[in-house]
């Protein structure tokens, strides 16, 4: 019987980075949702689609094809209509974009299966906004990770400017707050710990630390 961890927390929160790290030592397959929810945002976003565009959006669904993969390092990709945008879904404009449509319940059942499918044929660490709440509650084991604003916007700033972005703290700042507050107050699935999670906190800890501390629970529990 496969075993299934569910890791949840805001925007920025390193899920991830040390979830992906935490499955590596561990053997088990790492599913980055997060990246589902931006590769529709990305797709939305191509065809000149904001957030208030919802019908044109759910119309779109039948036309695009969305999936998981993997390369030839064993990495995580995801697909869109058999493009890797692995790469060109991790901006500010698609982060935001990712949470606009994800509050859409078209777009959450159109991913779900999937999702599932994942976690029933495999070993799996699969993070999110809802995977311990929704998508995944009979989870062995449920986390929910976060850091405070602040600590997540500085991490994502250094981040991009790593790789040569041009962006302000600030500015990534109010779209961590702006996005915080659109995932927690969304009628749909919003993001909130699940019953019986592990409430873990890394503000302030280096990612060395934060894998360590995730790998200690994650093994007294499986």
Do not use: W
């Amino acid at each position: 019987m496969s075993i299934a961890i569910a890791i949840d927390g805001p925007a920025g929160a390193g899920k991830s980075t040390i979830a992906k790290l935490a499955a590596k030592e561990l053997g088990f397959i790492y599913v980055d949702t997060g990246a589902l929810y931006r590769t529709i945002g990305l797709a939305a976003t191509r065809r000149g689609y904001t957030a208030e565009d919802k019908a044109e959006i759910i119309a779109m669904l039948d036309g695009i094809a969305v999936e998981l993969a993997f390369n030839e390092k064993k990495e995580q990709i995801v697909l869109l209509d058999k493009e890797d945008v692995s790469g060109l879904i991790r901006t500010p404009e698609i982060s935001m974009m990712a949470s606009a449509v994800s509050a859409i319940p078209e777009v959450r059942a159109y991913l779900l299966d999937l999702q599932r499918n994942m976690a029933h044929t495999n070993n799996v660490i699969m993070d999110g906004r809802d995977i311990g709440t929704v998508v995944l509650p009979d989870a062995k084991l449920k986390i929910f990770l976060s850091a405070s604003a602040e600590c997540r916007a500085r991490r994502r700033y250094d981040e991009l400017i790593e790789k040569g972005m041009d962006v302000k703290y600030e500015d990534i700042l109010r779209d961590v707050e702006t996005r915080d507050y659109n995932d927690s107050h969304r009628d749909i699935a919003p993001l909130k710990p699940a019953e019986g999670a592990v409430m873990v906190d890394t503000s302030g800890e280096d990612l060395e630390t934060s894998v360590n501390k995730l790998l200690n629970i994650m093994r007294e529990h499986i």
